[in-house]
């Protein structure tokens, strides 16, 4: 059996991307428990609908990794007879949904509760298949139109009571399930109004538990950083940029941030006042990132898990002189610049205070 795959869906992938069977559900947040939920036998899309579920299918396939706990195979189950019997799509998308409505304790909100089949390119002319669910908030809208009359031109504004905002904050929630053993995660799952996890009641849903602790994750984003550093070659470096400059950004955002996400950490990281090849550098680490399982997924970051020597930047002069500091060169008080043509290094240190050790 080949090894697991422990990334996400790489961007050939996400970009491969196609909804093969698709149907919604209606929830009512107002209505009797025998009528929570109303079931619909098909549920024809337009273009533009299905391009707004292809990039929310996109946004979640680097969503936070699960797997299934041993004892809940509910829903599983359910994924895999979707897969195999594509003629019980419906009936079994009923089932979900009931599923979904039945967990929730207490008021829900209207809208309405996707279920989908999707494939993707896992290879040249092999494609594979997952299960899509999506919880999407109904939001009321409006619509206008205007008359003459009088010569003025007078709006009419009317309400739209069953209205889907077609805009990423809709969904409420989300989940990108695959049956088979490819890869190390069982459900990538996203969750609105519980970041960076997901509520009970929906993780009670899906049947699921954490592949990875905030700590793992943490220690895998950071020793990621260092080893791409490390392959880059000197003609890919921005002026300046270091293996050492890197890490050291790295190490501060992650002290500094409650909540890792993965834009706001690449571009933590990659500092270039060369846009084109910043953008590259910044494909580069995600791609990087999605390889061991860490682009796209929400934690908490626990800096303190790190061993001291990941924490620590360290450089050595020829004359053998060692600088070892933690964080970025900013932070430190170092600045390194060529001199000579480049042929030597001036290194200065700007401290508060020296202490003599020994």
């Known amino acids: ?29 107002d209505a009797e428990e025998a009528e929570k939920v109303i079931f619909l036998d098909e549920v024809q899309l337009q273009d533009k609908q299905k391009q707004f579920f292809l990039e929310r299918l996109q946004d979640i396939a680097e969503g936070t990794q699960y797997i299934f706990k041993p004892d809940s195979v509910h829903l599983k189950e359910k994924c895999e007879h979707l897969l195999e019997q594509p003629n019980r799509f419906t009936e079994l ?7 979904f409505s039945d967990q929730h304790r207490g008021q829900m909100s209207a809208g309405v509760f996707v279920v989908s089949i999707v494939k993707y390119l896992s290879a040249q002319n092999e494609w594979k298949k997952l299960v899509f669910l999506v919880k999407m908030d109904k939001r009321p809208s409006f619509s206008y139109s205007y008359k003459e009359q009088n010569g003025k031109r007078i709006a009419i504004v009317e309400e739209i009571e069953n209205s889907l905002n077609e805009t990423k ?3 409420q929630k989300s989940a990108l399930i695959d049956v088979t053993d490819r890869f190390a995660w069982d459900v990538l799952a996203y969750d609105r109004t519980k970041k960076p996890g997901i509520s009970d009641y929906f993780r009670g849903f899906l049947g699921v538990m954490e592949r990875q602790q905030d700590s793992v994750l943490t220690k895998t984003a950071h020793s990621t950083v260092r080893k791409w550093a490390n392959k880059l070659p000197a003609d890919k470096l921005p002026p300046g940029e270091d293996v050492n400059t890197f890490a050291g950004r790295s190490l501060n955002y992650l002290n500094d941030h409650d909540l890792f996400n993965t834009d706001t950490y690449l571009d933590a990281v990659i500092r270039d006042e060369d846009e084109t090849r910043k953008i590259e550098l910044i494909q580069s680490l995600r791609e990087a990132l999605a390889d061991v399982g860490v682009a796209g997924q929400q934690f908490r970051p626990r800096p303190d898990s790190l061993p001291k020597k990941d924490r620590k930047q360290i450089y050595q002069t020829a004359e053998g002189v060692m600088i070892i500091y933690e964080g970025d060169n900013d932070t430190a008080g170092i600045t390194i610049e060529d001199i000579e043509g480049g042929n030597k290094k001036l290194i200065q240190i700007v401290t508060n205070r020296l202490v003599t050790k020994g």
């Open 1 to 29: 059996m080949p090894s697991q795959i422990e990334g996400v869906l790489n961007q050939v992938q996400r970009e491969s991307l196609e909804i093969i069977e698709f149907i919604f559900h209606i929830i009512q947040s």
């Open 93 to 99: 998308s009923r089932h979900i949904t009931a599923d």
């Open 169 to 171: 904050s809709a969904i």
